[in-house]
């Protein structure tokens, strides 16, 4: 297939130079970024999105500076979790101005920009133009990164909806990630998919930290005896033969149903015993990145 750079002077369209410049525009914006991290599954609701949200909180807590790009732009849940989702946004010579949440997480998602919260996002142009949907999410995509000022960050990390689509996408624009995280939950439907994302990760050469089994098990409120509410499908080491070891396994707690609901608050989780299981998690994470466990990263 031949594209406008094959074309002497690209047709007369200038769009080579101006796709370069927008690049080049991200480039820079992503060589403030020590760490860019997705959080993908290819499966939905398996609770990437609060998985995202506590393993950055955590992070965060930790003493490092973190942002969240929400990459669901049809189905973006990361304002709500992070409680920001009425934040206005403020533009300046430097950029789009992210949102703060707890923790001073800075937040970028499409869900900023609908002036009516009940509306979904609408792709269409004029009807006299006709655009792959694909190619104008890919854009707005590339401008979310670009556009904001994140400033210096130690993780960036990535919330990814279902599609693999747009981890192509991630991939394409960033070249590289430093890292994916994928999360399951243990039946065995979902993990016949996360299989597909595992391989399709490995294709596009992005390391895998590894994978987070979500929604493992939960504790009686009233004895307090463990139940499982899916199949147990022994998830643990399912994944390592293809070079995914599993990273930790979160219980299904309450309190981040409400986290998902209320927003995160100052205090993380709400729950100790889940601060101790992201910690965990973030330790496989930062010895995976070969770093120290809390402060400023020195690359
Ligand atoms: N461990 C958990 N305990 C309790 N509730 C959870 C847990 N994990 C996720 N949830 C809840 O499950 C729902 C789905 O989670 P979430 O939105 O994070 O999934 P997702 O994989 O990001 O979904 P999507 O595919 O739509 O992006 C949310 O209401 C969330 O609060
Ligand atoms: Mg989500």
Known sequence: ???????????????????????????????????KIAVMSGKGGVGKSTITV?????????????GILDADLNGPSIPKMMGIENACLT??????????GAFGIKIMSTELFMAARERPINWDGPSST?????????TALRELIADTAWGELDFL?????PVL??????TQLLGKLDGVIIVTIPTGIANQIVVKSINAVKEMGAPIIGVVENMKGFACVHCGKENRPYEDV???????WLGAPCIGQVPFDKRLLEMSNAGLSGTGTNAPHLHGVFEDINKKVL?????????????
């Open 165 to 170: 689509a747009r981890f192509r996408d991630l």
């Open 54 to 66: 506590s393993i950055a909180a955590n992070m965060a807590q930790n003493g490092f500076k973190v």
């Open 157 to 161: 990390f990535i919330d990814l909806p």
């Open 91 to 100: 533009t300046d010579h430097e950029g789009v101005r992210p949102p703060t």
């Open 1 to 35: 297939m031949k594209h406008y750079k094959d074309i002497a002077g690209d047709g007369g369209s200038g769009i080579v130079a101006q796709v370069t410049e927008k690049l080049t525009a991200l480039n820079e914006r992503m060589g403030n970024v020590k760490y």
């Open 287 to 299: 010895a995976f990145l070969g770093k120290p466990a809390s402060g400023q990263i020195d690359q």
């Open 130 to 138: 006709y655009s792959w949907i694909s190619v104008i999410e890919a």
């Open 234 to 240: 022994g998830m643990a080491d399912s994944f390592e």
